[in-house]
């Protein structure tokens, strides 16, 4: 995605859901390089269940290497052919690529402002741009800081539909090593987004 906007100063709980979002949407985009590598070797957690995802993440980062993971990204997402997931709204939702997800979300992407990069050939659908849309959305960048409700109905719209079943068969992929926590985490995470915005987005 393209940034519109330069960024604008946020709370520091929004600030720590966008970094999260940010986060999540870099390691599905391509195989992390040696400095993301490291970013992931030195997160932490806590006991709960994210905080247990992260720091299980973590420890799997240090013990890996860039050619190792680059192996394990194509083999789940690129392969000969297709990878081993389909990380797509479209295809989550009607088992087909390109189909009626993919165009409500461009009609609500040109209600926000947000512009496919041209460098970026994907589907706008692919779970890594969505997830770098919410971090856009939060941040400002593209115009001012969306609103809770807004963020919340685009959540609900063109994530929480299927990224929850994405993040789980990503838990179990024969292909899943770094990615199988990586899973977990974004499983924790969508729960604890889903029930914030339950509770105070009325």
Do not use: C
């Amino acid at each position: 995605m393209t940034d519109a906007a330069p960024e604008l100063q946020i709370a520091e709980e929004d600030a720590l859901r966008a970094d999260l979002y940010d986060f999540l949407s870099a390691l599905l985009s391509g195989p992390p390089d040696k400095s993301m590598l490291s970013r992931a070797a030195g997160l932490s957690g806590d006991d709960s269940a994210l905080g247990q995802a992260v720091a299980t993440m973590a420890r799997i980062a240090r013990a890996t290497n860039e050619k190792a993971v680059e192996r394990e990204f194509n083999a789940l997402f690129i392969g000969l052919s297709r990878g081993e997931l389909m990380p797509y709204a479209s295809y989550y939702l009607t088992g087909f690529l390109n189909e009626k997800p993919l165009a409500a979300l461009r009609g609500d992407m040109a209600a926000l402002r947000i512009t496919r990069a041209p460098n970026v050939y994907e589907p706008e659908d692919n779970i890594a741009s969505l997830l770098e849309m919410m971090a856009g959305m939060i941040r400002g960048r593209f115009g001012d800081p969306v609103p809770v409700a807004r963020q919340k109905d685009f959540f609900f719209k063109h994530i929480a539909p299927w990224a929850e079943h994405f993040f789980s068969d990503l838990e179990v992929a024969q292909n899943s090593v770094l990615y199988a926590p990586v899973g977990t985490v974004g499983k924790a995470f969508l729960d604890i987004e889903t029930q914030a915005f339950r509770m105070g987005a009325e």
